[in-house]
């Protein structure tokens, strides 16, 4: 489960404090680790983070299908139950670990520890690490990954980043998603959300894209296998 | 902030539950206490929660606009920042109040309490709770109100209700928005979402809709007018 804060309200907000630092240094501990095991092994890991339906498992699909035979990859994904995702992958032939976070509202560095020693990813793969669906939580927990990508579709608006701005402040690369639905989306301005998100972020990358049509992937791809040309 | 369990990696997991407790039953209290305010003032709440992007706040303005002279309307907002939302209320002449949650990831009882003394709705009134966009955090916090409203795109996929299950499960209506897009997606089928629907909570109540075009608007304003006939 998880809780905002409210310590103006709350009856013991001392130790509402005090809990959330601990966990969140715990977790920043065991992020230091999976970084530490990604360098040995030379793995490129990405947090992939976005509202529910935003199309990242979509995504990941098509960029597997791209990928392969370019790069190893494997993938852990994150949800509150199901695993259908993990069912996507692995029906690509490409390794797949699923969590399942129940009530719980994000990933954390030590579920991808545990998710990684099942996995064993080769020396120079690549790691997609899909959070669970949420523009808020994940922002705050390290996983130990080398970047976070904040993926966001056309039909979610252009103000996402201005009531978001966290986890867009985190994301070195955003990706704007299901371009292919432009012209059916009456108001919508791609060039304002694109705008919002450098405003928020002036330093994030962002690809324009369409997972389910194919635009836009070729760049995407490319920028992937620049990261991991070592 | 918030935070998942993780109650068997951490350190001192009883502490953690023990906070996690004091806070949802401190917001309970604060729940019936907004639930006697509203009983007392004949006052039907709804608490909408949704992806963000799904398009809760274009739902509220049409809403709006048609009930405008049949019921007195009141809105409370909340977001991690900007007051962009109360700003599209208010300019239909509804009174509206953004609470800003900062780093929080769901709205909380005290929150509506405080907004709901701001407002003063008047006798007879509905007063429509925007939750925070998120599918997971907002599902565990009552507001107090009398009936919790999820609302899912068409372009957010089918499995939603399945990944995210206890959100749906509390959800005495369901709103399926966005059916102007149906044509353009290419492999939905809004019968496999409404099964979904149905199969984690066989008692909701759902509705198909497109707040932008108006397609199914009716029958929802209608149930509407009906739960506050009294």
Chains 1, 2 share one sequence.
């Not at 959070?131 to 990508?149: I, R």
Request: charged share 20%; net charge negative.
């Amino acid at each position: 489960m998880c809780y905002a804060h409210d310590h103006n309200h709350h009856h013991d907000g001392q130790t509402v404090l005090t809990v959330e630092q601990d966990i969140l240094q715990h977790n920043n501990l065991l992020a230091e680790r999976n970084r530490g095991y990604f360098e040995a092994k030379n793995i490129y890991a990405l947090n992939l983070m976005s509202s529910p339906g935003s199309g990242k498992t979509s995504l990941l699909e098509e960029t597997i299908r791209r990928l392969k035979g370019r790069r190893p990859v494997y993938v852990i994904e994150g949800d509150q139950q199901t695993s259908n995702d993990a069912d996507r992958i692995t029906a690509l032939s490409v390794p797949a670990y699923q969590v399942n976070t129940g009530m719980g509202c994000h990933l954390e560095a030590g579920m991808v520890n545990h998710a990684v020693k099942h996995l064993s990813p080769s020396e120079g793969s690549l790691l997609f690490i899909e959070n669970v669906g949420n523009l808020v939580c994940p922002a705050l927990f390290d996983l130990g990954e080398a970047v976070k990508a904040v993926i966001v579709g056309t039909t979610e608006g252009e103000d996402k980043p201005l009531k978001y701005p966290n986890i867009f402040h985190e994301a070195g690369v955003c990706i704007i998603n299901k371009t292919d639905l432009l012209p059916y989306l009456c108001g919508f301005d791609i060039q304002k959300l694109r705008d919002n998100i450098l405003r928020v972020n002036p330093r994030t990358q962002v690809f324009e894209l369409s997972a389910t049509r194919g635009d836009g992937m070729d760049a995407w791809c490319e920028w992937l296998l620049e990261c991991t040309n070592t």
